[in-house]
């Protein structure tokens, strides 16, 4: 279950995903996303956007 919920006062606007996780734990996701390559730079483009926005993760 992916819940997504979006928030616009404005002038910001959040947006936050929430997931109901997976037993192994954070996925792996390559340090770099190969232009070609036909998976990983979904989560790749993810994790830049948001390192670069900022993120929070609860338990």
């Keep these: 279950m992916v819940?997504?919920?979006v928030y616009?006062?404005?002038e910001t606007v959040r947006v936050e995903v929430t997931d109901e996780g997976s037993p192994g734990?954070?996925?792996l996701v390559p340090v770099?996303?190969?232009p070609l390559s036909?998976?990983?730079r979904?989560?790749?483009l993810v994790r830049e956007l948001s390192t670069s926005w900022g993120w929070?993760?609860?338990a």
């Design 25 to 27: 734990g954070m996925p």
């Design 8 to 10: 616009d006062d404005g």
């Design 56 to 58: 929070s993760q609860d």
């Design 42 to 44: 979904g989560l790749w």
């Design 38 to 40: 036909e998976s990983g």
């Design 32 to 34: 770099q996303a190969e």
């Design 3 to 5: 819940a997504v919920r």
